[in-house]
């Protein structure tokens, strides 16, 4: 199983928790599922606006080795020319 589907299983699990909380206060079956669902959605939007921003900051991605923001297929801190 890869991480990224590693991660969507802990988030549904979590959501799901929450939705019994829910059930647990007394709150109506139809009610929780639809606050679980639109927590869930809320997260996946937020998740992929913030992972858009983030590939339009870095295209290039980072150094693995420091973290630094590639440009032009190097690392400034890394991969110095001398
Ligand atoms: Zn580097």
Same mark, same amino acid.
């Given at each position: 199983?890869?991480?990224?589907?590693?991660? %969507?299983? /802990?988030? /549904?699990?979590?959501?799901?928790?929450?939705?019994?909380?829910?059930?647990?206060?007394?709150?109506?079956?139809?009610?929780?599922?639809?606050?679980?669902?639109?927590?869930?959605?809320? /997260?996946?939007?937020?998740?992929?606006?913030? !992972?858009?921003?983030?590939?339009?900051?870095?295209? %290039?991605?980072?150094?693995?080795?420091?973290? !630094?923001?590639?440009?032009?297929?190097?690392?400034? !801190?890394?991969? /110095?020319?001398?």
């Amino acid at each position: 199983m890869s991480m990224s589907a590693k991660r %969507e299983w /802990i988030l /549904i699990a979590g959501i799901m928790l929450f939705m019994i909380g829910l059930l647990g206060t007394g709150l109506a079956l139809i009610y929780s599922v639809i606050i679980a669902v639109v927590i869930y959605v809320g /997260i996946k939007v937020y998740v992929g606006r913030k !992972n858009l921003k983030l590939r339009q900051q870095i295209p %290039e991605g980072i150094c693995a080795h420091c973290g !630094n923001k590639i440009t032009q297929g190097k690392c400034p !801190n890394c991969d /110095i020319q001398t």
